[in-house]
């Protein structure tokens, strides 16, 4: 094995590997996402007889397809796309800069609590930076139930940009930052235990197989586990987010008020389990979303690591014969 030293990856590098893991993973699993979110907001005050109305996720996926078209189930796609590039990069950019300010001064070592504590800040920051407009934009998106039959039954927002629009000049643009407290709290015990549970497990394994890269079925398998841990964890702060995220007007209360007042008509008038409405599509989602990312940030990260060490040395060959 070579002795050749590496750079460590630039901000460049975990923009271009995480843009390109965002965009596979959120062309891949969207569809999940909009069945959670219609099962999140699925609730007791509707007109149609309860046993119209699909309990399960496949069920869901099912009446979708059937009354609105397949393509209903990439509603919401174009705000994902859109801020997916500087989602990912803020989050794996973000992780590596605490990452490094945690790390032991005199070994380099970071510690399982570091790893965390630089998932809680990375969550926070992609969470206020660009999860939480993208997430109010794709929530009412999903949210919106049109026939494929009815030409007089159109949609209030055609896209992911005439949302936006129209959601900051009838709602002025802070209403892109609604549940941006329950955002960042999802994002962060998201990243946290997703960050921590990966490192960990893939340190494990590069141990036990005495190797210095794992392979990719590995480091999605990784992915795919760690992946599902936050969900399981953070349920109701989703469920509650999304609630608020996808009323046009709760009135002028404050944030802390409206995740009262939505907590507790959930308690009052649908009962706990609630809560935990769209669990497993979340699950779902979230798991092959992760082991995705992780698959292909690897990859494209060991791509551009490998190019740009060939160019080095090209361009040492090229200086030592010059």
């Known amino acids: 094995m070579g002795t050749t030293q590496t750079s460590k990856p630039t901000i460049s590098t975990h923009l271009l590997a995480g843009g390109a893991a965002g965009l596979v993973e959120a062309m891949c699993c969207h569809p999940l996402d909009t069945i959670k979110v219609r099962m999140q907001l699925r609730n007791s005050r509707r007109l149609a007889p309860d ?6 996720f ?3 996926g099912q009446r979708i397809v059937q009354r609105e078209g397949v393509f209903a189930l990439y509603k919401g796609l174009g705000a994902v796309v ?5 989602k990912m990069a803020i989050r794996f950019s973000s992780f590596e800069a605490y990452k490094s300010w945690l790390a032991n001064p005199h070994t380099g070592k970071v510690s399982t609590l570091g790893v965390f504590t630089a998932g809680l800040g990375a969550g926070i920051t992609e969470a206020v930076a660009v999860v939480t407009p993208m997430d109010v934009i794709k929530i009412r998106l999903q949210a919106q139930r049109h026939s494929t039959v009815d030409p007089m039954d159109v949609p209030k927002y055609r896209n992911a940009i005439h949302a936006a629009f ?7 643009p802070m209403a892109l930052y609604k549940g941006v407290a329950l955002t960042a709290l999802r994002q962060a ?4 235990v997703n960050f921590t549970v990966y490192q960990e497990f893939k340190r494990i394994a590069r141990q036990m197989q005495s190797v ?3 392979p990719s079925y590995q480091h999605l398998i990784l992915g795919g586990v760690s992946g599902a841990m936050g969900p399981i964890s953070n349920a109701p702060i989703d469920t509650i987010k999304t609630r608020i995220q996808k009323a ?3 009135g002028r209360e404050s944030g802390w008020s409206r995740f009262v007042i939505v907590t507790r008509e959930i308690a009052q008038k649908e009962g706990y389990r ?5 669990l497993t599509p979340r699950i779902l989602r979230v798991a092959p979303g992760q082991a995705i990312t992780f698959m292909v940030y690897e990859k494209v990260k060991s791509w551009i690591d490998l190019w740009n060490s060939s160019s080095q040395h090209m361009r040492v060959s090229n200086e030592k014969y010059a």
């Open 51 to 56: 046993a119209a109305i699909p309990k399960s």
């Open 82 to 86: 859109t801020g997916i590039v500087p």
């Open 189 to 192: 015990t998201n990243q946290a």
């Open 248 to 250: 046009t007007s709760i």
């Open 58 to 60: 496949l069920g869901v």
């Open 212 to 214: 210095d890269e794992l």
């Open 166 to 172: 129209t959601i900051v000049k009838e709602e002025g």
């Open 274 to 278: 609630a809560f935990y409405r769209g």
